[in-house]
């Protein structure tokens, strides 16, 4: 009878770095084997050179990583001489010490008593176990509790055990904290025991469970789709999901929760235990009232602007009918204006001077035909928005009634006529109160509003519809109870203690805002006076000014002839490959396919060429049916790989598992050609939709009229993708530059960052700048560019062109502290980047904190503008990084090949797995080429050929010709596998 071994709790690659030892750098050498005096004291009392200095290592190891040294356990020879070096002895002298075991363990106990270090025992096993506890059910990651684990035995003193021991101890602590956990949703949930559970049984009546029936909802912007989706949340509501208690848990812990109860089906829930089943149908009802409550306010949104996309259609439409007949109109009356200006210079008879432009009699008739003024007013956008008034009628009482909206004193008006709408509807009248409110009324709806001095309840009531969306979105008016529309004030770090978080993070802040202008601004009068001097002198390397106006010519392709024929005799070289074998070989040599854990317990899975199936299928766009008939494997059904997919394959363990990936091929020599890892740039890739995924595209006139979704990807400087995610196509790629900074789990360390013209903004410039990355995107019209300065714009003649106006100091000054809170709100992970820049770029102008980040952006990009006319070398660098996104753009379109390259994925989780999916496989693609050519380079330099290292940094891992991505798809054994893989990796 065979027992089954518990899963490893960590991987391999984590246990060593659990076990063994740190590479021993400067400072950590520097931190933890520095001599003190006793310390040198101490180790004298010691009367062989061998014996000193093995005293000293046991000392200095136990102090650093608070263990002994196993047996046949050396530290590093690093150690060893640094260690040395201070005593004076030769590090030769170690292998004598290390070879007597009993003089060892003589002077272990004794460094053991004199530190004060104690063993492991039985209470204090139960002592950490408790402290334990309260750290896992803020997370549960293995990793991140033994390093928490370990830190505090260090603390402690209490010497590090075996690994095995450390991780029952963890697994103990992730045991107790679910449990309790579970008791305090327990307690939340006290007498709806019954109704949680009868979520998961099948009325007589209907096909499915209500929990079932949850999990599926419309999708399209419809008005009854609203209606369907408000139904559903006050079904959810019935719960106690407001409940204030549930701030006390972690919400890492409560999506966890809610994740697994989304991918469990009722049958699958029901085989829980009653504790653990209830909280996880809670978690999941919590998660979708805020889901729920956003895609109302979402799809509200989208209705508003389809309502208002339609009515400007109409009235282009109107346009191409009358506008010819209305133009004439008006040239007639200029022609009478013309001629009244003329009788009046020339003091000639006015009727007469008109009478020789029109006839008098046709000029009454002009003037008493009143449909001109209704013409005009056709041509206007609003007038066809009445259309669809009873549309929006449809649910605007419920969307009201579903939601308590709060806001900002300056929404205070309009708030006020949601109120008088809301309780207009209750009543069933149809006329509007005596008084209400207009002063949220912009001008272009005025004239609509306010007809013939009377307002128009069906204008007024569209009017404060779309005033309603559009202050959601800047955040001036908020809704309890959303994940998307909250009030800003949540987002961010509570005042009494962003200060602390910041003395944790490494970012460089000024303490004060004349501490960051003293620097800058010696800076920016030089770069002033340096273009202004050099323009005036014709010094700038391709910049002019030809009648005033700045112009650079365009850069010159500057890649050695030589470099085409050099890569076509490396392609050469590098074999066909099947996209299953590159796969295989790939997650051979980065452990990548370990990332993906099973959401229920984090076990790996058994079968690893399914789980890779599974990836093919997101990473091709091939989908899970057609890849289960696609694989020659018997075993990988369709069913087999939705398993998978449900259980192992998420945004989160796609970010771990392309990180492993992408720090695998920066570790290769070849890659360091091409950069050094600190520079990166980003852009999004359009890709149609097609089936059902129609539903969920979004228009955007850049692209045309068919529907489509963005992919925008992060890609370093060594080609490689290491951030991806799906991003609607009618928003700015610049909402989104941050998150790939800041989100990635790779060991990148991005400094200076490049995009394209859409991708920047005043206050992603700012924002870049305070989070310390150098942002430098792409500058594509010189007339456009506006420079920003602190003296007025006629102190700058040369520049007068583009200089704008005056930086407003005294804004960013008195806004200087709430800067560096969202700073450290963003950096924190309180708020995602995107979100944060979406909200203050939506703020309406007198929103101080949004204006004073714009304002820091614009000292910021001046900065660069300057640069980027008086640096030929800048300027190269960004176009060369960007064209390396263009080259990871062409891969993924020839990646993404199934389906016709559009993507049919029917929400937007899915259509962000399937983005992510398509990146790893690029990012493999490119790992896997990387070591090809290295291995090709080898071969040609053993051959006796010449390989011109110049030529290197214009090399490209990028093609994929050689590499069939279609076909039948089948995998080899591990042990041909392994044997390959370890042969092309070297």
Same mark, same amino acid.
């Given at each position: 009878?065979?027992?089954?071994?518990?899963?490893?709790?960590?991987?391999?690659?984590?246990?060593?770095?659990?076990?063994?030892?740190?590479?021993?750098?400067?400072?950590?050498?520097?931190?933890?084997?520095?001599?003190?005096?006793?310390?040198?004291?101490?180790?004298?009392?010691?009367?062989?050179?061998?014996?000193?200095?093995?005293?000293?290592?046991?000392?200095?190891?136990?102090?650093?990583?608070?263990?002994?040294?196993?047996?046949?356990?050396?530290?590093?020879?690093?150690?060893?001489?640094?260690?040395?070096?201070?005593?004076?002895?030769?590090?030769?002298?170690?292998?004598?010490?290390?070879?007597?075991?009993?003089?060892?363990?003589?002077?272990?106990?004794?460094? $053991?008593?004199?530190?004060?270090?104690?063993? @492991?025992?039985? &209470? *204090?096993?139960? #002592? /950490? !176990?408790?402290?334990?506890?309260? =750290?896992? $059910?803020?997370?549960?990651?293995?990793?991140? @509790?033994?390093? &928490? *684990?370990?830190? #505090? /035995? !260090?603390?402690?003193?209490?010497? =590090?055990?075996?690994?095995?021991?450390?991780?029952?101890?963890?697994?103990? &602590?992730?045991?107790?904290?679910?449990?309790?956990?579970?008791?305090?949703?327990?307690?939340?949930?006290?007498?709806?025991?019954?109704?949680?559970?009868?979520?998961?049984?099948?009325?007589?009546?209907?096909?499915?469970?209500?929990?079932?029936?949850?999990?599926?909802?419309?999708?399209?912007?419809?008005?009854?789709?609203?209606?369907?989706?408000?139904?559903?949340?006050?079904?959810?509501?019935?719960?106690?999901?407001?409940?204030?208690?549930?701030?006390?848990?972690?919400?890492?812990?409560?999506?966890?929760?809610?994740?697994?109860?989304?991918?469990?089906?009722?049958?699958?829930?029901?085989?829980?235990?009653?504790?653990?089943?209830?909280?996880?149908?809670?978690?999941?009802?919590?998660?979708?009232?805020?889901?729920?409550?956003?895609?109302?306010?979402?799809?509200?949104?989208?209705?508003?602007?389809?309502?208002?996309?339609?009515?400007?259609?109409?009235?282009?439409?109107?346009?191409?009918?009358?506008?010819?007949?209305?133009?004439?109109?008006?040239?007639?009356?200029?022609?009478?204006?013309?001629?009244?200006?003329?009788?009046?210079?020339?003091?000639?008879?006015?009727?007469?001077?008109?009478?020789?432009?029109?006839?008098?009699?046709?000029?009454?008739?002009?003037?008493?035909?009143?449909?001109?003024?209704?013409?005009?007013?056709?041509?206007?956008?609003?007038?066809?928005?009445?259309?669809?008034?009873?549309?929006?009628?449809?649910?605007?009482?419920?969307?009201?009634?579903?939601?308590?909206?709060?806001?900002?004193?300056?929404?205070?008006?309009?708030?006020?006529?949601?109120?008088?709408?809301?309780?207009?509807?209750?009543?069933?009248?149809?006329?509007?109160?005596?008084?209400?409110?207009?002063?949220?009324?912009?001008?272009?709806?005025?004239?609509?509003?306010?007809?013939?001095?009377?307002?128009?309840?069906?204008?007024?009531?569209?009017?404060?519809?779309?005033?309603?969306?559009?202050?959601?979105?800047?955040?001036?008016?908020?809704?309890?109870?959303?994940?998307?529309?909250?009030?800003?004030?949540?987002?961010?770090?509570?005042?009494?203690?962003?200060?602390?978080?910041?003395?944790?993070?490494?970012?460089?802040?000024?303490?004060?805002?004349?501490?960051?202008?003293?620097?800058?601004?010696?800076?920016?009068?030089?770069?002033?006076?340096?273009?202004?001097?050099?323009?005036?002198?014709?010094?700038?390397?391709?910049?002019?000014?030809?009648?005033?106006?700045?112009?650079?010519?365009?850069?010159?392709?500057?890649?050695?002839?030589?470099?085409?024929?050099?890569?076509?005799?490396?392609?050469?070289?590098?074999?066909?490959?099947?996209?299953?074998?590159?796969?295989?070989?790939?997650?051979?040599?980065?452990?990548?396919?370990?990332?993906?854990?099973?959401?229920?317990?984090?076990?790996?899975?058994?079968?690893?060429?399914?789980?890779?199936?599974?990836?093919?299928?997101?990473?091709?766009?091939?989908?899970?049916?057609?890849?289960?008939?696609?694989?020659?494997?018997?075993?990988?059904?369709?069913?087999?790989?939705?398993?998978?997919?449900?259980?192992?394959?998420?945004?989160?363990?796609?970010?771990?598992?392309?990180?492993?990936?992408?720090?695998?091929?920066?570790?290769?020599?070849?890659?360091?050609?091409?950069?050094?890892?600190?520079?990166?740039?980003?852009?999004?890739?359009?890709?149609?939709?097609?089936?059902?995924?129609?539903?969920?595209?979004?228009?955007?006139?850049?692209?045309?009229?068919?529907?489509?979704?963005?992919?925008?990807?992060?890609?370093?400087?060594?080609?490689?993708?290491?951030?991806?995610?799906?991003?609607?196509?009618?928003?700015?790629?610049?909402?989104?530059?941050?998150?790939?900074?800041?989100?990635?789990?790779?060991?990148?360390?991005?400094?200076?960052?490049?995009?394209?013209?859409?991708?920047?903004?005043?206050?992603?410039?700012?924002?870049?700048?305070?989070?310390?990355?150098?942002?430098?995107?792409?500058?594509?019209?010189?007339?456009?560019?506006?420079?920003?300065?602190?003296?007025?714009?006629?102190?700058?003649?040369?520049?007068?062109?583009?200089?704008?106006?005056?930086?407003?100091?005294?804004?960013?000054?008195?806004?200087?502290?709430?800067?560096?809170?969202?700073?450290?709100?963003?950096?924190?992970?309180?708020?995602?980047?995107?979100?944060?820049?979406?909200?203050?770029?939506?703020?309406?102008?007198?929103?101080?904190?949004?204006?004073?980040?714009?304002?820091?952006?614009?000292?910021?990009?001046?900065?660069?503008?300057?640069?980027?006319?008086?640096?030929?070398?800048?300027?190269?660098?960004?176009?060369?990084?960007?064209?390396?996104?263009?080259?990871?753009?062409?891969?993924?379109?020839?990646?993404?090949?199934?389906?016709?390259?559009?993507?049919?994925?029917?929400?937007?989780?899915?259509?962000?797995?399937?983005?992510?999916?398509?990146?790893?496989?690029?990012?493999?693609?490119?790992?896997?080429?990387?070591?090809?050519?290295?291995?090709?380079?080898?071969?040609?330099?053993?051959?006796?050929?010449?390989?011109?290292?110049?030529?290197?940094?214009?090399?490209?891992?990028?093609?994929?010709?050689?590499?069939?991505?279609?076909?039948?798809?089948?995998?080899?054994?591990?042990?041909?596998?392994?044997?390959?893989?370890?042969?092309?990796?070297?």
């Amino acid at each position: 009878m065979t027992t089954k071994t518990r899963p490893a709790l960590l991987t391999p690659a984590q246990r060593q770095q659990f076990t063994e030892f740190p590479e021993p750098t400067d400072s950590l050498l520097s931190r933890y084997y520095t001599l003190s005096d006793d310390d040198l004291a101490l180790i004298q009392e010691r009367r062989r050179d061998s014996n000193r200095l093995g005293f000293a290592v046991q000392l200095t190891v136990l102090r650093h990583l608070g263990r002994g040294l196993d047996v046949n356990e050396s530290p590093p020879m690093a150690v060893i001489s640094f260690l040395a070096e201070q005593l004076g002895i030769d590090p030769a002298e170690y292998p004598a010490y290390a070879s007597r075991d009993t003089t060892r363990r003589e002077h272990f106990l004794e460094i $053991v008593q004199h530190l004060g270090y104690q063993t @492991l025992s039985l &209470a *204090l096993n139960r #002592e /950490l !176990r408790a402290w334990l506890v309260p =750290v896992a $059910v803020v997370t549960p990651q293995p990793f991140a @509790l033994m390093s &928490a *684990l370990l830190d #505090e /035995l !260090r603390r402690r003193k209490i010497l =590090v055990p075996r690994i095995g021991v450390l991780e029952r101890m963890v697994v103990m &602590a992730r045991t107790q904290a679910e449990i309790a956990i579970h008791k305090v949703l327990g307690g939340i949930t006290a007498g709806h025991e019954d109704a949680l559970d009868d979520l998961l049984n099948v009325p007589e009546d209907q096909a499915m469970a209500p929990y079932t029936r949850l999990k599926q909802w419309p999708s399209h912007a419809k008005p009854s789709n609203i209606l369907k989706l408000v139904e559903r949340l006050n079904f959810v509501r019935q719960f106690p999901v407001a409940d204030p208690r549930l701030a006390s848990l972690p919400q890492s812990r409560l999506s966890g929760l809610a994740a697994e109860g989304k991918r469990l089906s009722a049958s699958s829930l029901s085989e829980y235990a009653p504790a653990k089943r209830r909280a996880v149908i809670f978690a999941r009802l919590v998660d979708l009232s805020q889901t729920l409550t956003d895609e109302i306010l979402d799809m509200h949104d989208r209705l508003m602007l389809t309502y208002l996309r339609e009515s400007e259609r109409a009235s282009a439409q109107e346009y191409q009918e009358s506008g010819l007949a209305l133009v004439e109109r008006l040239q007639t009356f200029e022609q009478v204006c013309a001629a009244l200006v003329k009788a009046r210079s020339e003091h000639l008879d006015p009727y007469q001077v008109i009478e020789n432009v029109l006839p008098w009699g046709k000029l009454v008739e002009s003037v008493n035909d009143h449909s001109t003024a209704q013409q005009l007013r056709q041509l206007d956008p609003l007038h066809h928005l009445l259309k669809s008034f009873q549309k929006v009628r449809t649910y605007s009482l419920k969307l009201f009634e579903a939601f308590q909206f709060r806001g900002t004193p300056s929404a205070e008006p309009l708030l006020q006529a949601v109120q008088a709408l809301k309780t207009m509807y209750q009543d069933g009248k149809r006329t509007l109160p005596d008084s209400v409110p207009l002063r949220f009324v912009r001008q272009r709806w005025a004239a609509f509003v306010m007809d013939d001095r009377k307002i128009n309840r069906q204008y007024y009531e569209l009017c404060v519809l779309d005033e309603l969306r559009l202050a959601l979105r800047s955040g001036d008016i908020w809704v309890e109870g959303s994940r998307k529309y909250r009030d800003l004030e949540e987002y961010l770090l509570p005042k009494a203690v962003w200060r602390e978080k910041l003395a944790e993070l490494p970012l460089r802040l000024p303490e004060t805002f004349d501490e960051y202008w003293k620097d800058r601004k010696v800076l920016l009068d030089e770069k002033l006076e340096e273009v202004s001097t050099g323009l005036f002198k014709g010094q700038l390397v391709d910049v002019s000014a030809p009648r005033g106006k700045v112009k650079i010519t365009p850069l010159k392709k500057m890649v050695p002839p030589a470099v085409e024929p050099f890569t076509r005799q490396l392609a050469a070289c590098v074999k066909r490959i099947k996209i299953t074998e590159l796969v295989q070989q790939v997650d051979a040599w980065t452990g990548c396919s370990d990332c993906f854990t099973d959401l229920r317990n984090d076990n790996k899975v058994e079968k690893r060429h399914h789980l890779l199936t599974a990836l093919l299928a997101e990473g091709l766009n091939l989908g899970l049916t057609k890849m289960a008939e696609a694989v020659t494997d018997p075993e990988i059904t369709t069913r087999r790989l939705m398993y998978l997919s449900d259980w192992y394959i998420r945004e989160d363990t796609f970010k771990a598992a392309l990180a492993e990936v992408v720090n695998f091929q920066s570790q290769q020599p070849l890659a360091q050609y091409w950069g050094d890892g600190t520079k990166s740039s980003s852009d999004g890739q359009r890709f149609a939709v097609g089936g059902h995924g129609r539903k969920f595209g979004h228009l955007n006139a850049k692209y045309g009229r068919e529907p489509g979704v963005l992919f925008y990807t992060h890609v370093s400087d060594q080609y490689a993708p290491f951030h991806t995610k799906a991003i609607t196509a009618n928003v700015r790629d610049a909402l989104h530059v941050l998150d790939g900074l800041l989100y990635h789990q790779s060991d990148l360390q991005i400094q200076e960052h490049y995009t394209d013209t859409a991708g920047f903004t005043d206050q992603v410039f700012g924002m870049c700048h305070l989070l310390g990355f150098r942002f430098a995107p792409r500058i594509r019209d010189l007339t456009e560019t506006r420079l920003y300065t602190p003296e007025p714009p006629s102190a700058y003649p040369v520049l007068a062109s583009m200089v704008n106006r005056k930086l407003n100091l005294e804004l960013i000054r008195e806004n200087w502290d709430e800067l560096r809170r969202l700073t450290v709100s963003v950096r924190q992970g309180t708020v995602t980047a995107s979100l944060l820049m979406s909200k203050l770029a939506a703020y309406p102008r007198q929103n101080s904190l949004a204006q004073a980040l714009g304002e820091l952006g614009r000292i910021e990009r001046t900065l660069f503008t300057l640069e980027w006319l008086s640096s030929p070398a800048l300027r190269r660098r960004v176009y060369q990084g960007l064209n390396k996104g263009e080259a990871l753009h062409s891969l993924s379109k020839a990646v993404a090949i199934h389906r016709q390259g559009e993507i049919r994925d029917r929400s937007h989780e899915a259509q962000n797995l399937r983005a992510n999916g398509i990146q790893l496989l690029v990012a493999m693609i490119s790992a896997w080429n990387t070591v090809a050519l290295q291995n090709a380079i080898e071969d040609m330099k053993k051959e006796g050929q010449d390989v011109p290292e110049e030529l290197l940094p214009y090399l490209s891992p990028l093609g994929w010709e050689h590499i069939a991505l279609t076909g039948d798809y089948s995998w080899r054994t591990n042990s041909e596998s392994e044997s390959e893989s370890a042969v092309l990796a070297g």
